[in-house]
C-alpha cells in the first residue's frame, strides 16, 4: 500500500513540475482560431492584445502578390509573434469552377505555385492550406499533400448546429491531415450562444476546435466577425484554460 502511495504522490509531482505533459497525448481542451483570405490589416491593431493573452491567429493568405509592402510588414510581425501565416491560393477561385476548364497541373501552377514561392521567398514559412471557398478535390488534396502538412475544408451549419459538428474537433496533436473548421463569421447565422457551447463541448470532451472568419469589425458586414464576439471568444478560452494553437501546433506529429 505504502509503495502505492508513493507512486501516486510522485505522479501528482511530475504532473505539477511538467504540465504540459499531460497534454501530449490528447488530454488538451484548445481552439485554433483561423482568419481566411488577405485580411491582416483589419486584424493588425489587435497584435498587442493577442500577445498579452497569448492567443494565436491562423492567416490563410490569398492574393499575397496583391499585397503592399504595409501589409507584408504587418503579415511578418504576426509571423514574428507566434502566429502562424498558411496559403489559401494564388487568385481565391473556386476549385470545382477551376477544373471545369482546366486541369490538375494548370491548378498547381496558377493557383499554388506562384504566391507560395513569393510568400517562402519572404520567409514565411508556409505550411498548410485551405481551399477557397472551403471544398475541395480529392485527387487534389494528395497533390497538395505534397507541398503542405494539411489540407483545410469546411463544414456547414446549414442542418446542424455548431457543436454537432463533429469533424471540427480534434484530439491533441491531431493524425489527420485534411481538417474541417467551421465559419462563425455574421454571415454564418451561427448565434453566439451556439458558438460557446461548442466552446464547452470542446473543453468537456478535452478537443481542440477549429474556427474561422475573415475580418473583425462592427460595420455588420456578413464576412466579418464582431469585436465583441471574438473578445469573448478569447475570454471563455482564458477562463476555462483552453490553449491557443496554430494550425500546425494541432498537427505537431508532422
Known amino acids: 500500500m505504502q509503495i502505492i502511495r508513493k507512486l501516486i504522490l510522485f505522479s501528482l509531482f511530475l504532473t505539477l513540475l511538467f504540465p504540459s505533459c499531460t497534454k501530449e497525448y490528447g488530454y488538451l481542451a484548445g481552439i485554433v482560431f483561423t482568419i481566411d483570405d488577405g485580411n491582416v490589416n483589419f486584424w493588425y491593431p489587435y497584435l498587442d492584445y493577442l500577445d498579452s493573452l497569448h492567443f494565436k491567429l491562423t492567416f490563410y493568405v490569398t492574393g499575397y502578390h496583391e499585397f ?11 509571423w514574428n509573434h507566434g502566429h502562424e501565416i498558411a496559403y489559401h491560393t494564388t487568385n481565391h477561385v473556386k476549385i470545382s469552377e477551376f477544373l471545369e476548364k482546366k486541369t490538375v497541373d494548370d491548378y498547381l501552377q496558377e493557383e499554388i505555385l506562384p504566391d507560395l514561392e513569393l510568400m517562402n521567398k519572404d520567409s514565411l514559412e ?6 477557397p471557398y472551403g471544398y475541395g478535390d480529392k485527387t487534389i488534396d494528395q497533390l497538395l499533400l505534397n507541398y503542405f502538412k494539411s489540407v483545410r475544408r469546411i463544414r456547414v451549419t446549414s442542418h446542424f448546429r455548431l457543436y454537432e459538428l463533429d469533424e471540427i474537433f480534434y484530439d491533441f496533436p491531431t493524425k489527420d491531415r485534411i481538417i474541417f473548421g467551421a465559419n462563425i463569421d455574421n454571415g454564418s447565422e451561427v448565434s453566439e450562444s451556439d458558438v460557446i457551447k461548442a466552446l464547452q463541448r470542446a473543453k468537456e470532451e478535452n ?25 469573448r471568444i478569447v475570454d471563455f478560452c482564458i477562463n476555462n484554460e483552453m490553449t491557443s494553437l496554430t494550425v500546425s501546433e494541432l498537427l505537431a506529429n508532422y
Not at 207 to 231: Q, T
Open 207 to 231: 478537443k481542440v476546435i477549429l474556427l474561422y472568419c475573415h475580418k473583425i469589425g462592427n460595420s455588420n458586414d456578413d464576412y466579418e466577425i464582431s469585436e465583441n464576439r471574438f473578445k
Open 68 to 78: 503592399s509592402e504595409a501589409e507584408k510588414t504587418m503579415l511578418k510581425n504576426f
Open 126 to 131: 508556409v505550411r498548410n492550406f485551405a481551399y
